[in-house]
């Protein structure tokens, strides 16, 4: 069915501007990268719009007058079924609509600031059937790039596996923001964890993983969280965290962010946090030049932000590694057979035309916590009853305030400002800004409303919150990854109170109202307002999505509790390390890359000497 008519109702088309009539071709484009669930789902709300505007006036919503489809969004009061499925549908629309009206102004490329380092590169097309090598690498994201240049510069011959594609930096300047974002997020950034309520949880896929499309953002693990996992899980690679936490940064390049590029929305977080008296600080960024082009989340076409890419993998190319791209794994191979138990032969791809062997005795699962433990069932390596559990996913939720003086939140770092001030309480705040419509924060209102929040989006500041949760979740299949969540009752309280102070910051920055992200009120014009309606709001109205998977694969000591050892060695079987986010043994409360990198090299460096 044609997503003309729902879009022209939705964003209330009335022919003044030409940038709308695109929307419904850029919208099918990010509906094909999308998972069948998710374009099943927006052509049916599609149909049943239009279903219910013939139903009132006897035409389709394309054939109406812009004051008719108003009139139909308008008398949909009574199907809050109908009206809470257009608001899901909404998100993608304002991806297209954001990236349509972002072309329209002619936005100036940003100037390359670096050539890409180079790789050795070979799609998956190109390789040999049957090879040999020291040890295989399943991902080239933050554990899987570390663990390669670990093992490569102590001798190894490696080879590293990648199931999405190598993009330049240059290739990212060619390209529009929303291009990029189909194609480097797995299932076009729409995989969901199912449960109560759904969550949105975007990961990367591409030479680098998830670190090419992060914020850039480089916490350093809190020594409490480090303790923790220690103590209580014996996870002792946590003891010697400290200078492996120094080696990432100074392969990063991690530096606190100057203020000239931090753009008004980082300076409109400090404003606040400081009338309050909060903790707040420009945050420590692996972007060294940033250009302040707020386009993290969707590859820097700088070259600015040294995902590992750019600051590890060339090492590890350097050093011997190979790197074989498009590349999914189906299995690892195992030597049952072998005196002393079974232990790692090898892995098997595949590709169009036949499968790919390459034998190597050691085998470094680091696909990310979504993808690892569905490849060691398929390996025949799923049998400890933990394994899949334990998954920590950093729930968030996102507020804006709109301010009397224009913000244009996308003129600056993407995530530049850090607010601690409750994070003790397991609530960290950070003032983040996206590409137009990317964000996780969704404009209010249908048709006209949400019209004049797009034309008005230069006002707006956005925060967005994401709190340390208890381990909720499940990575469950085999050939196809399933995830389950279900938030945790303490966690939705953090939720609560995250948005209670990204609201008492904006208003004390000068905000004239902050728009909630809560359907039922999405205003309030004062604290107190905002108080009255969190009183009577949960957590499963928010608009949440969720970022950072940890935990699947958990390492410690306890062989009842924890899939892999404590020094990351799968349990029953020889010659597989875990060297990803699966690894951490529990939430790390901040952004995770520092964290991952540290366990990876931590693991590796624990089977080199042993």
Not at 14 to 42: E, K, N
Not at 122 to 139: E, F, K, N, Y
Not at 357 to 364: F, K, M, R, S, Y
Not at 529 to 546: E, F, I, P
């Amino acid at each position: 069915m044609s997503l003309t008519g729902l879009v022209a109702a939705l964003i209330a088309d009335d022919g003044t501007a030409d940038w709308p009539a695109r929307v419904p071709d850029r919208l099918d484009t990010v509906l094909a990268s999308m998972p069948p669930a998710a374009r099943t789902g927006v052509r049916a709300a599609a149909h049943g719009l239009d279903t219910y505007a013939r139903a009132r006036t006897g035409r389709g919503l394309a054939t109406l007058t812009p004051s008719e489809r108003q009139s139909v969004l308008d008398g949909l009061g009574t199907h809050p079924a109908l009206l809470a499925l257009l608001d899901v549908v909404k998100v993608p629309v304002l991806l297209a609509a954001g990236t349509e009206r972002m072309l329209e102004h002619g936005p100036a490329t940003p100037p390359l600031t670096r050539q890409d380092p180079a790789l050795d590169c070979t799609p998956a097309r190109a390789w040999p059937a049957r090879s040999t090598a020291d040890a295989v690498v399943i991902g080239s994201g933050a554990g899987g790039a570390i663990a390669a240049r670990t093992l490569a510069r102590a001798g190894l011959d490696v080879v590293v596996l990648e199931e999405g594609r190598h993009h330049s930096t240059e290739s990212f300047g060619r390209s529009t923001p929303l291009d990029r974002f189909a194609e480097l997020y797995r299932n076009g950034g729409a995989t969901v964890a199912l449960g109560n309520p759904p969550l949105l949880l975007p990961v990367g896929r591409a030479v680098g993983g998830t670190t090419v499309v992060n914020s850039g953002t480089c916490y350093r693990t809190p020594d409490h969280v480090l303790a923790r996992w220690s103590t209580d899980f014996g996870f002792t690679l946590a003891d010697a965290f400290g200078p492996r936490l120094d080696e990432a940064e100074r392969t990063l390049k991690v530096a606190t962010q100057p203020l000239d590029v931090l753009g008004n929305n980082g300076r409109v977080a400090l404003d606040g946090a400081r009338t309050l008296g909060w903790r707040a600080a420009p945050l420590r960024r692996n972007a060294p030049g940033c250009k302040g082009s707020c386009q993290c989340v969707v590859g820097c076409p700088t070259g600015a932000k040294q995902s590992v890419q750019l600051s590890v993998l060339p090492d590890a190319c350097a050093a011997g590694a190979r790197i074989v791209t498009g590349a999914r794994v189906e299995r690892v191979l195992v030597d049952a057979d072998r005196p002393g138990g079974p232990r790692a032969a090898g892995v098997r791809i595949r590709r169009e035309g036949g499968a790919i062997e390459i034998l190597a005795p050691l085998v470094v699962v680091a696909a990310g916590a979504l993808e690892s433990p569905p490849l060691l069932r398929r390996s025949g390596l799923g049998r400890h009853p933990r394994l899949g559990h334990n998954l920590s996913v950093h729930p968030a939720t996102s507020v804006a305030g709109r301010f009397a003086e224009p913000v244009t939140a996308r003129e600056g770092v993407l995530q530049s400002v850090g607010v601690e001030e409750h994070h003790h309480e397991g609530v960290l705040i950070e003032a983040t800004a996206t590409p137009p419509g990317m964000g996780s924060f969704a404009l209010p209102g249908l048709g006209d409303e949400l019209r004049g929040e797009l034309e008005g989006a230069h006002r707006l500041a956005t925060l967005g919150a994401m709190i340390a949760d208890r381990p909720s979740g499940r990575v469950l299949g085999r050939d196809r990854t399933l995830l389950r969540y279900d938030l945790d009752r303490r966690d939705a309280g953090r939720l609560m109170r995250a948005v209670r102070a990204m609201g008492e910051l904006l208003f004390a920055a000068g905000a004239e109202e902050v728009l909630t992200g809560i359907s039922a009120t999405p205003r309030v014009h004062s604290l107190a307002q905002l108080d009255a309606v969190l009183a009577d709001t949960s957590a499963r109205q928010l608009h949440l999505s969720a970022y950072h998977p940890t935990g699947t694969v958990a390492a410690g000591a306890d062989p009842q509790r924890f899939p892999a050892d404590a020094t990351g060695r799968l349990r029953g079987v020889s010659g597989v390390l875990v060297a990803d986010a699966s690894v951490l043994p529990g939430c790390p409360e901040v952004n995770p890359q520092l964290t991952i990198m540290a366990a990876a090299l931590a693991v590796m460096e624990a089977h080199l000497g042993s």
